[in-house]
T-cell receptor, first 116, second 116 residues
Framework: AQSVAQPEDQVNVAEGNPLTVKCTYS??????LFWYVQYPNRGLQFLLKYITGDNLVKGSYGFEAEFNKSQTSFHLKKPSALVSDSALYFCAVRVYGSSNTGKLIFGQGTTLQVKP | ETGVTQTPRHLVMGMTNKKSLKCEQHLGHNAMYWYKQSAKKPLELMFVYNFKEQTENNSVPSRFSPECPNSSHLFLHLHTLQPEDSALYLC???????????????FGPGTRLTVL
């Protein structure tokens, strides 16, 4: 079955330190992978995606993610965390539905808490 | 903002009421999606529409009835809901099949639904 796992419910990091939010996936074929962020009382905002090419993908707000095919992982990273990065982060993989329309399967989300 | 709007932002309804959620996208996309986000659960895809045609119904109970009159508008009609249907309902759109970037979904802010 196609799935996405985020093994940590919460990640705590001090401001200025590097952060990593983990994601692993299980999908047949080449994966299209995404990271979204959700601030309180808001919808999901697109951060970055991996489709093909360079395994290190750069996205919004200084975030980047590293695709590792052998480990089936797509971890989100940032060299220096900000308090304003505190939010709920979702990893997702794109799959195709019965009509060949794309859809996303999401992980359960990881709450990032950055302390001053 | 992402160009996807949802109204109302908050809704409280009784189990015997009938109400509707509205989603509108101003991005020229052709695919639209309804998701349900409950506490401590991954986002659940409910329905997918592509060019006004429903392409996915993810075993959603019939008390949820979607309507897509055109590619810019999506409704979710609600009747005889249960308290466990209380959740954040998110709408998204994507330029499915429109070349580069077609795979990225853009989300509205959501409607927080409470069923009493």
């Amino acid at each position: 079955a196609q799935s996405v796992a985020q093994p940590e419910d919460q990640v705590n990091v001090a401001e200025g330190n590097p952060l990593t939010v983990k994601c692993t996936y299980s999908v047949s074929g080449n994966p299209y992978l995404f990271w979204y962020v959700q601030y309180p009382n808001r919808g999901l905002q697109f951060l970055l995606k991996y489709i093909t090419g360079d395994n290190l993908v750069k996205g919004s707000y200084g975030f980047e993610a590293e695709f590792n095919k052998s480990q089936t992982s797509f971890h989100l990273k940032k060299p220096s965390a900000l308090v304003s990065d505190s939010a709920l982060y979702f990893c997702a993989v794109r799959v195709y539905g019965s009509s060949n329309t794309g859809k996303l399967i999401f992980g359960q989300g990881t709450t990032l808490q950055v302390k001053p | 903002e992402t160009g996807v709007t949802q109204t109302p932002r908050h809704l409280v309804m009784g189990m015997t009421n009938k109400k509707s959620l509205k989603c509108e996208q101003h991005l020229g996309h052709n695919a639209m999606y309804w998701y349900k986000q409950s506490a401590k659960k991954p986002l659940e895809l409910m329905f997918v529409y592509n060019f006004k045609e429903q392409t996915e119904n993810n075993s959603v109970p019939s008390r949820f009835s979607p309507e897509c009159p055109n590619s810019s508008h999506l409704f979710l009609h609600l009747h005889t809901l249960q308290p466990e249907d209380s959740a954040l309902y998110l709408c998204a759109s994507s330029p499915e099949g429109q070349g580069v970037g077609a795979d990225t979904q853009y989300f509205g802010p959501g409607t927080r639904l409470t069923v009493l």
